[in-house]
């Protein structure tokens, strides 16, 4: 249906009252973005008034279409919005960037209309795809997924993992909305105005594209009609707009971007003045999603001295955690048959996700899915997740819950090489806020930590190995997150050996050989690293004075800093000696690489040896 001229001229005007608030939110705080809201007013207008189905009285509602502000910095714009749908009032838009203000600089879900925080260019678009996947595949509601993004984040890589994954999943619940202001933050952006650069690129992906005039409301109000009309491939609309529109002294200039307007009051005057228009958004139809939720939990079943890789356990575990809960979701980036994510898509294939060799689109879809309600559990090598860290630190930031998994970690995966070894995960993962950095040593401790991370806030991480490790724990073990396991312990122990994962079997070897000589040592497994058993420490240090900790891990950020930190709050500090991977490893067998790091078990025995001496001779 044609947008008649009535029409038109209303939501001309709704775009002036977006801009207006931009200016006025940003004149306020005395600082942020109003130039790259105004571009983007018109589309914003169209978007709420016309075709967004959203119920603002319950931001929870399974049927509400997403709206992801991928442009994260024109949040004037989107508060703007909010305004309007009479989400927030005149006060709250003009508390913009002020302390305790829900407002932030760029949104994040301290507003319940805010599914995920954005402002790191490039995300939007691939969360947006994990929201469309459960949409499409999971909650099968037929709720639209909506991402506004600037041009200048089109260069961003993440993009492009995104555009190729919508098209391959044919998500034609998912609408792009590119704001080509053609202006970025220092300059011209890569392809300016040249619309048909980006209709190319996306187009060769397989995606329906459609040029605009983003000023035109007519043109926009057609563009995302069409978008939700088109079935079995995602839709971008490209929209030609002018940065600061509407503001002579802005319009279309370089040097203003991300600075409040030199004169607001004469752009105010300039853009017609203050308005108050209140929409009445379209609310989605009523719709379930239930999910079965706990109880029956039937984990694998270990025997002490049996042979299990923690790889191998996870994905059993996983798999027995699908069973129980429906809400559980697995995502893969191609190793499924490596970390042993396979078996989950065996057994639930309905709520498996491939997302190929793109570890930022795995990452972000697992925030999408999580805002959506789902718990999902995405694994890859431990290595290739540093190429997401942006997209976890974001996630920490959205306050997801989102469980990811590293598997192959360390020098023991042996001949494969220093690419493969993932070295610095368990630093990467302890430094997001909130975390939970877990590296379980055998079987029924990985089942164990699997099912505890599925009700879990924030963000959890476990690390696996690969090889086949001796089951050390019997079936009715627990391991509380926060908690550890003292393996061997005595009267006379001269030191404390604290481990996780593979040096735990190393430790206690080390342990076994000490004894023939007279020396006792206490092992512990400090499976939980993030947060670490402090009382245990503290007592290990008050008993025997001297702490190893051992890690095939770099030495910096991982298990001996976490234990140094434990005693960093005052509390008195023991000799203490890590043991770690130093430098760059080259390929080898597991054995040597143990080795060649100094933490296997002779390594591990040679240096409790030298520190019980020195403790000896200390006065």
């Known amino acids: 249906m044609r947008v008649s001229s009535a029409q038109a001229e209303q939501l001309a005007e709704l775009g002036q009252q977006l801009r207006v608030d931009a200016v006025r939110a940003a004149d306020a705080a005395g600082s942020g973005h109003p130039t790259s809201s105004m571009s983007a007013a018109d589309i914003g207008a169209v978007l709420l008034a016309s075709h967004l189905r959203y119920d603002f009285t319950r931001p929870e509602h399974p049927g509400n279409d997403r709206l992801v502000l991928s442009k994260g910095h024109a949040s004037p714009l989107l508060y703007a919005l909010f305004r309007a749908a009479g989400a927030i009032d005149e006060d709250e838009l003009l508390t913009f960037r002020k302390r305790d203000s829900r407002l932030e600089g760029h949104p994040t879900p301290r507003l319940p209309w805010v599914d995920v925080a954005t402002g790191s260019l490039g995300q939007g678009l691939p969360v947006g795809v994990g929201m469309a996947l459960a949409g499409k595949r999971l909650d099968q509601i037929p709720y639209r997924v909506w991402v506004l993004s600037g041009d200048s984040e089109m260069a961003e890589g993440s993009v492009w993992e995104a555009v190729a994954h919508a098209a391959y999943e044919e998500l034609d619940n998912l609408t792009l909305i590119v704001d080509v202001n053609r202006l970025g933050q220092r300059g011209p952006t890569r392809f300016g105005w040249d619309l048909e650069a980006y209709a190319r690129r996306l187009e060769a992906f397989g995606w329906h594209t459609l040029r605009i005039d983003g000023h035109d409301v007519a043109a926009i109000d057609a563009a995302l009609t069409d978008a939700a009309a088109t079935t079995g491939r995602p839709t971008a609309v490209l929209a030609r707009t002018h940065k600061g529109h509407g503001v002579a002294a802005v319009q279309d200039q370089e040097g203003k971007h991300g600075k409040p307007l030199p004169d607001a009051e004469e752009a105010i005057r300039e853009l017609g003045g203050v308005r108050d228009a209140r929409i009445e958004v379209a609310r989605p139809p009523e719709v379930r999603v239930l999910h079965r939720r706990g109880g029956g939990l039937t984990l694998p079943v270990y025997e002490i001295g049996d042979q299990v890789a923690t790889r191998t356990a996870y994905g059993q575990a996983l798999a027995a955690l699908g069973s129980a809960r429906t809400d559980v ?67 920490a930031v959205s306050r997801a819950s989102i469980n990811l998994v590293g598997s192959h970690a360390g020098v023991a995966i042996g001949e494969d090489g220093p690419s493969q070894m993932g070295l610095e995960d368990l630093a990467m993962f302890r430094a997001v806020p909130g975390s939970t950095v877990l590296y379980p040593c055998d079987g029924p401790q990985t089942a164990r930590l699997v099912a505890a991370m599925a009700d879990l806030p924030n963000i959890s991480y476990l690390r696996t190995s690969r090889s086949d490790m001796p089951v050390l724990y019997g079936r009715d073990e627990e391991f509380p997150v926060g908690g550890s396991k003292t393996l061997r312990s005595s009267g006379r122990d001269r030191a404390c050996v604290i481990a996780a994962g593979v040096t735990v079997h190393e430790a206690l070897a080390a342990a076994h050989a000490l004894e023939r000589e007279g020396i006792a040592v206490r092992v512990v497994d400090a499976y939980s690293v993030k947060p670490v058993d402090t009382a245990t420490l503290q007592t290990a240090a008050d008993d025997t004075g001297c702490l190893i900790t051992v890690e095939d891990h770099h030495l910096e950020g991982g298990l001996g800093d976490a234990v140094a930190e434990a005693f960093a709050d005052g509390r008195p500090s023991p000799r203490l000696v890590r043991l770690g991977v130093r ?29 019980v001496a020195e403790a000896m001779v200390s006065p």
């Open 583 to 611: 430098g760059v490893p080259a390929s080898a067998t597991s054995r040597q690489q143990l080795h060649a790091a100094g933490i296997d078990a002779e390594s591990i025995a040679a240096a409790v040896r030298l520190l």
């Open 329 to 395: 979701v697995a995502l893969d980036a191609e190793v499924g048959d490596s970390t042993r994510t396979e078996l989950f898509a065996k057994e639930h294939p309905g709520r498996y996700f491939q997302c190929y060799i793109a570890e930022q689109q795995l990452v972000a879809a697992a925030v999408g899915m999580a805002a959506r309600g789902y718990v999902p559990f995405a694994c890859t090598f431990a290595a290739f997740l540093t190429r997401a860290h942006d997209f976890v630190r974001m996630a």
